[in-house]
């Protein structure tokens, strides 16, 4: 078991950890303070400076995952339902897609998968042209709403 060192400054003790989050300063400032010699009451009573201050994590916008819809044999499915269907692991699925090789079956057929852009909606995975059928729209202008930044419940509004 490890113990935390701790810390005692005007009568409150805590360990290094608890001295930061009071003082609102990266724990590594106090930790560079200590190493150089500081006393622990230099250490925890000097001001801190604004680079000590830890900062703020940047929230940064990630576009949605695309998903995608493997066409092979004629059909078109996800990567899930392809490894359920063949008695596979997905993984080997993707291995096929990535490096583009056929899929070997156990019964000497070999199915080589196309990758198509799939959207995704209340649970369902079709692709564009699908969406814009049971839409009733054509698929441009399926697309049309799809990179226009519209928001996801208007795109998949049907007129």
Not at 71 to 88: P, S
Not at 115 to 127: E, K, M, N, S, T
Not at 135 to 143: A, V
């Amino acid at each position: 078991m490890r113990r935390l060192r701790r810390y005692t400054y005007n009568g409150v003790t805590l360990p290094l950890r608890g001295w930061a989050k009071r003082l609102g300063v990266a724990e590594s400032a106090l930790e560079a303070r200590l190493i150089g010699g500081w006393s622990i009451e230099k250490t925890l009573g000097t001001p801190i400076a604004d680079w000590e201050r830890p900062r703020p994590q940047e929230v940064k916008y990630r576009p949605p995952r695309t998903s995608y819809i493997l066409e092979g044999d004629g059909r078109f499915m996800t990567v899930k339902d392809w490894a359920k269907e063949l008695g596979c692991a997905y993984h080997v699925i993707y291995y096929c897609v990535r490096y583009n090789r056929p899929f070997k079956c156990s019964d000497g057929k070999c199915i080589t998968f196309k990758r198509h852009q799939a959207f995704v909606y209340d649970g369902v995975a079709l692709r564009a042209c699908e969406w814009a059928e049971r839409l009733g729209i054509t698929c441009d202008e399926f697309l049309q709403r799809w990179n226009s930044g519209m928001g996801v419940a208007d795109v998949f509004r049907a007129n």
